[in-house]
Structures are given as C-alpha cells and as structure tokens.
C-alpha cells in the first residue's frame, strides 16, 4: 500500500466518524435551536437584517462599505472575504456532485442545512465579535479559539471548564489550519486546474514530466496560481479584502444571470424539477442502492456536506475574517452572517442546482445521472450546450475566480489560526507553506482533495459547535439587548464585548458616532 492509499484509508475511517449520525445531529440541532431560541430571527427580523446589510451598500457614507480604521476592514469588505472563502467549488461542482451521488433530494437537504445554518453563522459572528481583541499589530483578532478559550472557559465558573475549553480552542485551531490546506487551498486548486484543462485543453495528447504522472499543464497552471497568490496574500487581509470586493460581487451576478438564461431556456422543466427534489429527499433515487433508510442517510449527507462545503456554518471558519471588519455592534455582524449564508446557497447554489436539474443530465422521473456523466464537469457541460465554447469557458473562468478568491480568503483563515498558536512568527511561515501547498492541489488526484476537505471540515465543526451551544444562552442575551435597544427604543447599556476595556473604548465611539 503505497501514502496515498494509506491515506485514503485513514481517511475514510475518521470521514466516516466525523459525518456519522451524531455530527449530523450536532450541526443541525445547533441551528434548531439557535433559530427557535431566536424565535426564528432570519425570517421574523427579514426585514431588518436585510436593510442593515446588502441593503447598506446603496446609502451614501454607510459605514458598512468604509473603514476609517486602518487597522480594520468594512463590514462590506468582511462580507466579501467571507464570501470569497464560501462561494468556491463547493457552489459549482460540489452541487453537481451532491446530484450525481445523492439524487435531486440532496438539493432540498442542502436547503435544510443552509435555512439553520443562517442561524449558527448569525450566532459564530456575534461571539465572534464579542470576544475578539486587537493582536500584537494593532489588528482585530476573533474567532472560535477565542470564545471558546475566554467564553467557554471563564463563563460558568468551573474550574475544570478551563483546561478543557482551552484544549478544544488549540484543537480548533489546528483543525482550521489543516481545513486551510484542504477545502481551502488543494480542493479549490485542483477543481480550477481540472475546469481549466476541460475548458482550454481538451483534445489535446496530455505529456507528463518524464517518469512521473505529473501532467505539465496542470503544473503550469500551478505555477501561475501561486505566483498570483503570493503577491495577494502577502499583503494581507486589507489586500485579500480589496480584491474579494471587486471580484466577488461582479463573478456571481454574472454567474446567476447566466444560470437564469439557461433555466428560462428550459423553463417547461420548473414542475419537474422541482417535484424531483422534494420527491427524492424522502423518497431517494434507487440508483444509490442499499435499503431505503442507507438511501436517506446518503442523500441528506450529501445534501448536508456540500451544503457546509459551500456556506461553511458551523465551521466557525468565517468568523476569523467578520470579526476584523470595523463593526461595533455583535449583532449586527451576525446580520451579516445571516445574508453570507443566504446569498451563498439560496442563490448561487440553487442556481448551479437548477442548470443540472432542468438540462437533461438527470433524469427527472428516476433521479439517475444520464450514463458516463462527470460531476467535477457537470455545469461546465451545461454551460457549454447552451452557449457554445463561450459558455464552457465561462465556467472554467467563473470557477478560477470563485475557488481563487476561496484561497485567498482561507489562507487569512489558516493565518488567524496559527497566529493563535505561534504568534506574528509562525504566520509568515504559514504563509510561505500555504501559497507552496497550491502546487499539490494542481497536481493530485480530485477525489482525494474533496475527500480530504469533508473530513476536516468535520473537524473542524466539532469543538466550534460544542462551543457554540454552550454558549447558546449568551448568544440570546446579547440579541435581545440588541432587539430592545435597536428595535424597541429601551435605554439600557449596550453588550459589545466581554473585556471591560474594549467595552469602554466601543461605547466611547458609539457615543460620539
């Protein structure tokens, strides 16, 4: 048995434990009673989320869309981070495989997880903000080894609680670091290497590096990617922040307007379509096999995993990037969690769903792939039988752009990490590993890197969710402080933060604001 296998193997077993039946439970119990503990805030307070984010970027000197700090980013800036490190492969060819491997129920799964999910996220970001604190530079730093460490730790008042809160805050860590070289860096790599070789290459003898089954476009194209991704990632979070600002917004309105086109191109499949989603997500395709509940669990596992491969609630990976933005209110970056998560599976991965779903490549009534297809390709083969060589290379640029701007975004994930850890030294190391490990994710076998992604995503979950659950009461205690001061014009004192300190220095700016 050669590494890779043994890999694999290792692998499968810890994949397996991690996405059994009690993480599934976690995840999705964390968002149940996140949204009934909130009394369903992401649809009671619709409207007042959405009019205190995306709806905030269309209003002169919004302090969303600007920073005055430099030692910050903009809640804008932060939102487009994030999104940068969601809307990847996971939207595109993760949905696709989700279908091929689960059915047309995983969709509905998927948007099981994404509707509780906007409640975890919206809880990650509040904690997220109120146990941050400025790092050695001057700059925020915040996320779930803090409050797990400070939150979990310190706010019960038991003794044992600390050494264990602090042991699942260094675990957290070191999960996100790995999760980093994985859904962040060698799965989204290898998906642009793989659309970009279909796209531009197809046709063509494949050459290797002599004695080796290194494909050299796939190593050029490598090579290109970390040169780009070091100049960016060097900068910084401000650097990563800009480009994300720009990138994001534009790739995904032309994404979804070209989805739309070809979904209106086969508008006669909407009945369809739909009914095999609902259909299949209780009533599984019996293309998967095994017995009816083994159909179940494939299908909402699948739905369940590339739904938090996509929008990452739950992970706790996010809250590293909103909780640098220049917020002052929790709740308010939460708000933000909220949309991130709506946008990234309500609207781009439905979009992705409908272009599989309504072109013929799965068969409405059975829920069977057609024969030979290829869920890595899936949406660039759409694409393509629609509008021709132009559409193929769309989807290979859209996905450059989306798993790109996703690198770029985990790599300030993985620096939060081991800044955790190793302080300002161990970063420049990280990231010095971080932009080499690009060139593995060109070069290795796909299903590995997605395989590898699943588990530590996994991983990642576990003491993030242990930690958000725990501290399930003081989430509500700091929304309803919001409520009461925002919404129901009560004047009482603000809960912005758990050290006295930044409290102060907060309130202050309220004040003068």
């Known amino acids: ?23 599934l439970i976690l995840l999705i119990g964390t968002g149940v009673l996140l949204t009934f503990g909130t009394k369903f805030f992401q ?55 989700a279908i091929v491997t689960g059915g047309p129920g995983a969709v509905f799964w998927m948007w099981v997880a994404a509707f509780f999910g906007m409640m975890t996220n919206f809880s990650e970001n509040i904690l997220g903000i109120y146990y941050r604190r400025r790092n050695e530079k001057g700059e925020w730093s915040g996320g779930p080894m803090y409050y797990l460490r400070d939150g979990l730790g310190k706010r019960y008042g038991k003794k044992w609680l600390n050494p264990v809160s602090k042991v699942l805050a260094v675990l957290f860590a070191c999960f ?47 090579i290109a990617l970390v040169a780009i991704a070091a100049l960016i990632i060097i900068g910084g979070l401000k650097r990563i922040a800009r480009f994300a600002e720009i990138v994001v917004p534009f790739m995904a309105v032309i994404y979804v307007i070209g989805s739309a086109i070809i979904f209106g191109m086969n508008i006669e499949n909407l009945g369809a379509m739909f009914k095999a989603i609902f259909k299949y997500a209780f009533q599984p395709a019996a293309f998967i096999g095994g017995g009816i509940g083994v159909l179940i669990k494939k299908t909402m596992t699948q739905g369940f995993k590339r739904g938090v491969f996509s929008n990452e609630a739950g992970l706790g990976s996010s809250v590293m990037v909103h909780s640098s933005s220049n917020v002052k209110e929790p709740v308010k970056q939460g708000m933000w969690g909220i949309f991130e998560v709506f946008f990234d599976t309500f609207v ?10 309504s072109t013929g490549y799965v068969d409405l009534s059975t829920g069977a792939p057609i024969e030979g297809i290829n869920g890595d390709t899936l949406v660039s083969q759409a694409f393509g039988n629609f509008f021709g060589t132009a559409g193929t290379w769309f989807v290979a640029i859209a996905m450059l752009f989306f798993a790109f701007t996703t690198v770029l975004g985990w790599s300030q994930y993985g620096s939060k990490a081991v800044e955790y850890l190793f302080g300002q030294t161990g970063v420049k190391i990280y990231k010095f590993i971080f932009v ?74 309220l004040n003068e604001d």
């Open 1 to 23: 048995m050669n590494i890779i296998e043994k890999i694999t193997s290792v692998n499968n077993v810890v994949n397996n434990a991690v996405w059994g039946l009690p993480g």
């Open 43 to 97: 649809i009671s307070r619709l409207g007042h989320w959405w009019k205190n984010t995306i709806a905030t970027i269309f209003k002169k000197d919004s302090n969303s869309t600007k920073s005055s700090d430099k030692k910050s980013i903009s809640q804008f800036q932060a939102l487009c981070a994030a999104l940068a490190a969601t809307i990847g492969t996971g939207n595109i060819a993760g949905v696709a495989a």
């Open 176 to 222: 996100a670091i790995l999760a980093s070289f994985g859904i962040g860096n060698m799965a989204q790599i290898n998906k642009i290497v793989l659309n970009m070789d279909s796209a531009f290459f197809s046709g063509m003898p494949v050459k290797t590096i002599p004695g080796t089954e290194i494909n050299i476009v796939h190593l050029i194209i490598g």
């Open 348 to 357: 781009v991965c439905t979009m992705t769903a409908i272009v599989v779903l």
């Open 436 to 509: 080499g490990m690009i060139i593995f994710g060109a070069v290795m076998e796909g299903g590995l890197a997605w395989d590898l992604s699943d588990t530590f995503n996994g991983l990642m979950m576990i003491p993030n969710l242990i930690g958000v659950v725990a501290l399930f009461p003081l989430v509500l205690k700091i929304t309803k402080n919001y409520i009461d001061r925002k919404i129901n014009k009560k004047d009482i004192a603000p809960m912005l933060s758990y050290d006295a300190e930044i409290q102060s220095e907060i309130e202050k700016e």
